[in-house]
């Protein structure tokens, strides 16, 4: 392992793993740490390059990021846990589960993508236009290379065919809002993708668990004590 996660961690019982978006930190999840905790012991971590993170030497990919979380589990002796992620930490989670099926418990996917299909157009066109401009600077430009790392995250990954997605054998909660940056077509292709998974959709935009936290929150804890 090239690297040492930053983390912070609340609560005891069973392990509930929280991974964030695309250049964010584990502070997106300021409104879960609290009401996960309660119940169950909440660890959110800072994914590689991401917040206090270092980035390291190996490649900066959703499937790198799943096998760090391997090792960042195996580090922590923790053999199982439920795994909640938020955009491409969806994706990080989706591809953890169909890897290392015997370290998940319940998993959740907040925000989730196959492809740049899965992306409403309108957002996803400028992520490709920016990602092609930081390519351009970025051997002569560390915050350019930098940048080209993070908007290729969203350009190159996951690339998940829906019959992989049968793999998962974890019980899934697939969650997104009515106004998010995922077509709704694609979050039910992923919940209708993966065996007896769960379909919701919630008032607000791609942040729900920061901007409808109440109602984000208790679907998740019923979800995971059901």
């Known amino acids: 392992m090239d690297i040492k996660h930053h983390y912070i961690e609340k609560g005891q019982g069973d392990v509930l793993i929280l991974l964030h978006g695309n250049g964010e930190n584990c502070d997106y999840f300021c409104h879960q740490m609290d009401a996960f905790s309660k119940d169950y012991h909440v660890i959110a971590i800072d994914t590689r390059g991401h917040g206090k993170t270092p980035r390291g030497e190996k490649p900066f990919t959703i499937r790198q990021f799943a096998e760090d979380l391997f090792c960042f589990m195996k ?14 930490g969806g994706n990080i989670a989706m591809i953890f589960a169909m890897e290392h099926p015997e370290c998940m418990d319940r998993l959740i996917l907040n925000g989730a993508n196959l492809d740049t299909r899965g ?3 309108s957002v996803q066109l400028p992520i490709e236009i920016g990602y092609r401009i930081s390519k351009v600077f970025a051997r002569k430009n560390e915050k350019a290379q930098a940048k080209a790392e993070l908007l290729g995250l ?3 990954d996951p690339n998940v065919s829906p019959s992989e997605l049968a793999k998962i054998q974890a019980k899934t909660l697939v969650i997104a809002g009515t106004k998010d940056v995922i077509l709704e077509k694609q979050t039910r292709l992923i919940a209708d993708s993966i065996p007896n998974a769960i379909c919701k959709i919630i008032e607000g935009d791609h942040f729900i668990a920061n901007k409808n936290a109440k109602e984000f929150n208790a ?8």
Do not use: P, Q, T, Y
């Not at 679907?219 to 059901?226: A, C, G, M, P």
């Open 75 to 88: 580090e922590k002796e923790i053999s199982k846990a439920h795994i909640l992620g938020f955009s491409d």
């Open 119 to 121: 992306v409403k157009r």
């Open 154 to 156: 969203m350009v190159n």
């Open 219 to 226: 679907i998740v804890l019923h979800f995971l004590k059901e």
